[in-house]
């Protein structure tokens, strides 16, 4: 971070701030409190803002645990809540996008009066708010399905990852989202990001599935892509891996038979018979041509 903030000053960059995803899009990894704590020195210490996306917060199904931003700030000394802000969402933990509603949790009064006043904008319907209100107020509802929901996020990870790694396709250790980072770069033609597009476009348009390539979320290496996994019913995993299990299967037999007839042409090599090389009447110069000595290929 301090190297970037440097080169933004050389660049004469103005940082206003700083906006991480945690859990993160797209890796599905959280963010460990010690990491947390720099974060919000960090900003303490340059007088910036911290902008924490925390919409997969209940997402995790496996450890660590998530630590939000403001458990955080409660045990530090000396700091500035003014500059810590989150932003979340109901269209990811609890599956209601539709609903389109948004929160705004800012410790600095001068952002909230200005997000009242831009909310006039986009103004949720009484019914709705009624709705969700009486929703968030079950707390053994809401116990209950965010539980549930872990398991059955933890289940499906495992079951994609797994059939991933029988055709030796291996995925970042995640523990939250509803996506996980998938290495496909033993699969490029070329270890570039115009080779991963080409490899995106194969899988689009032959395999007939959707995934999102790196190069899309700014990755500073070509050859990973985002699954999204809990989007589909059981019946479409399996499809879905079946499909790419034949698709990894199928390019490995392609790269294999290029492989040997590459290796085929660079042991090709031009052998004589011996006892007809050293035969003087075959040799001699005044023989003609068809008596001259059989060349053989041999691999």
């Known amino acids: 971070m301090e190297d970037a903030y440097e080169k933004a000053q050389k660049w004469n960059l103005n940082v206003k701030g700083i906006i991480i995803a945690n859990p993160s899009n797209p890796l599905g990894t959280t963010l460990d409190i010690e990491t947390m704590r720099s974060l919000v020195a960090f900003v303490n210490e340059k007088n910036i803002h911290l902008v924490c996306d925390e919409i997969y917060a209940a997402t995790v199904f496996d450890s660590p645990r998530f630590v939000s931003v403001a458990e955080v700030i409660q045990d530090m000394d000396c700091c500035n809540r003014d500059l810590i802000h989150i932003v979340y969402s109901l269209s990811k933990d609890m599956g209601i996008p539709g609903f389109r509603v948004g929160i705004v949790y800012s410790f600095n009064d001068d952002v909230m009066l ?3 006043k831009m909310s006039s904008f986009g103004l949720v319907s009484s019914q709705t708010q009624y709705l969700l209100a009486s929703m968030l107020s079950d707390d053994g509802f809401v116990g209950n399905f965010l539980r549930e929901s872990s398991k059955r996020l933890a289940k499906r990870h495992y079951v994609f990852t797994k059939g991933l790694e029988q055709v030796g396709i291996s995925c970042l250790t995640s523990n939250a989202g509803l996506f996980f980072w998938m290495d496909m770069r033993p699969l490029l033609k070329e270890q570039s990001f115009e080779g991963e597009i080409e490899l995106w476009r194969v899988i689009l348009n032959e395999v007939k599935l959707n995934v999102s390539p790196g190069s899309s979320f700014q990755c500073s290496e070509p050859g990973w892509f985002r699954v999204c996994f809990a989007n589909m019913d059981d019946e479409t995993v399996e499809v879905a891996l ?18 040997k007839r590459c290796w085929r042409k660079k042991h090709l090599r031009l052998s004589f018979s011996s ?11 005044c023989m ?5 000595p059989l060349v053989r290929t041999k691999t």
């Not at 079946?242 to 492989?259: D, G, K, M, T, Y």
């Not at 003609?288 to 001259?292: A, D, E, F, G, Q």
Request: some cysteine; overall charge positive.
């Open 114 to 116: 200005c997000a009242r």
């Open 242 to 259: 079946n499909r790419i299990r034949a698709f990894v299967l199928n390019r490995e037999n392609q790269e294999s038979n290029r492989s």
């Open 275 to 285: 006892a007809r090389l050293y035969d003087e009447t075959i040799m001699s110069p």
């Open 288 to 292: 003609i041509s068809p008596h001259s």
